[in-house]
């Protein structure tokens, strides 16, 4: 048996898909109207799943306060309202696929978690219809 | 290869996050506004996924009206426009966490399924982005 | 020709249908289980329309961050996580159905609305299919 | 550590859940109104996730474009606007029950897929609250 | 300044598209593959609006649960399950589009609400993204 | 008595809130982090509202896929994937805000609708929270 705790953050963004290593041709060839050159933009919600023993005093696995305020101070505070190919160092090397970006804000997310609180799950929607998920397992 | 169910119920209800073996200092500490005494609430979804075999007679893993008959039967009927830690005799020792909630429900839930068919999954939805799940694996 | 802004802000609150000047079998009789004593709690969303006319130097009728800072000043921080017929001054003489709450709501934003900012009409979502509005018309 | 991508796609169908090989008392006594004799309907969402390692050079799992074209030919062409037990040739033999669509129409994309992309699961929405999930694992 | 009430109820049915007055041809012209001769089908969402004075002893315009019992009696128990263009005797010689069926179930609803309560608006909403209104302005 | 028919179309862009005209600090001053150089996205929504008479041998007021037609061909095949800033034509001498945005597809709209099909309202969501609306009364 295990117990797990889903929370959402939002944030509001422009990218374009774009590998700056290959040709344009390549890259129009591949990515289409994702790949026009001033870019455009979502409302990307972020979905993080954790999993622990709650707390017997509180009934917390944790404060989903807490949780969210991790998303915010790791990952949105830096994505927000920006355009993630040019004004986010972390993301400089990254195709910002909605693949690549559950990855990354996975990796940023985890160690900044609590002991005994384990990240299992992040998901990047760039639309109600279509998302991306990087795992623990 | 396996075959799930999910469906969905709802209830309205009061609760309060409070520990009554602490202090009020700690309860406050622990649960900012949560802790109000009179309480708040929520609009809560019930998300229940059941595991077995389709019976070839009728398609059905289970007919999900009776999963949600079962899941009124045993849950909503008792909490739905109750305060949750005042009305409801079976969580008069429980912090109504949506983590403790989900574990609760899950155990109530459980027994009362035919056989064949598993509760898997039983997830509290406290808000659009905020819940918690309690799971067999 | 007109133009209209639209934003919505949330609370989550405990509420208990009730009229004291009345006896405890007519308000059984009226209000049913949203009469239980304890009271039971909902996701509100207020949602409020405004009208007037763009600046054209910035393009905005109001900045929608304004619009909802009046809507959380005026109303959310008072509501917020508190059980409204006993934590709210403001709502002490009202029963806290979704009627009530939309006028009393409405008459307390408008005052705080720059000047040539209109509102024309405020709802307040108990539930995704439960609501009530209040409009200027 | 695992990648996932999740799309959905959607189609308006009409169906009657009944088995031709019993009696019409012991259909109405299964199914109850879901049962009458033409049908009723549904806007169906199909999910479905796959798993793989993203692309280095593009970022991409699978183009979500792709993926969509994939479940679309397979499966949304054939029953979008139809009856489905009367006009798709490849669901003659099914009763159209949730469980039984997700798992014809996992088998449906399988094999439509490219290497090294993974149907894991593939989930019909009949509404909102009830869903069934054929999964690979 | 005048008060509204909005409720939702639902309906999952089958219809066809089609004006028996017609010619094949001119039916399939316009109507596309919604004139499909089986049907197709959607969960469709009946959306009212009532306008009126709430009663100062109540605070209610109208209970909530009573307007959905006016429209589960004059029309969801009437549709659900089934199919729009053949088992509706009230509906036997209405074309089954979602401007149609919103006129009717107006008219339908509007004798049986009490008085001091006027239906202003019924929307038929057959997706997300599709809806048409009948309003009494 | 009037009949209106409502639809939505989809499209993601970036934008940036910015006034040439004025001097770098106004505009950081009005539009704050939709000021930020390279600008952010949206999945924008364009809810359109149309009202006329149903025509009573196809009980249409104008077919749902037609108005999704026209919004697509003169407003969403334009700006989607695209930075509303720069790569719009239509949209160089506006700040593309919500509220400025409704009104300049409302006019592009409103030609090319049929005889009888009078557009009456365009809605502009930026989000779940936030819109705008330009509306002909």
């Not at 109207?33 to 707390?55: F, L, M, T």
């Not at 991790?70 to 160092?89: K, M, Q």
Request: charged share 25%; net charge negative.
């Amino acid at each position: 048996m295990a117990t797990t705790v889903t929370v959402k953050v939002y944030f509001e963004a422009a990218h374009r898909l774009h590998n700056p290593a290959q040709s344009d041709d390549w890259n129009r060839g591949i990515f289409g109207k994702c790949n026009n050159p001033h870019g455009h933009g979502h409302n990307y919600v972020i979905e993080a799943v954790v999993r622990g023993e709650p707390d017997p005093e509180s009934g917390y696995l944790i404060d989903m306060k807490d949780l969210k305020a991790v998303l915010n101070r790791t990952i949105v505070d830096h994505v927000d309202h920006r355009h993630l190919n040019i004004e986010v160092p972390w993301l400089e090397d990254i195709i910002p696929t909605a693949e690549n970006l559950a990855c990354v804000f996975f990796e940023r997310a985890t160690p900044e978690l609590p002991d005994g609180v384990e990240l299992i799950a992040l998901t990047v929607h760039e639309t109600e219809r279509n998302s991306a998920t990087y795992t623990a397992d």
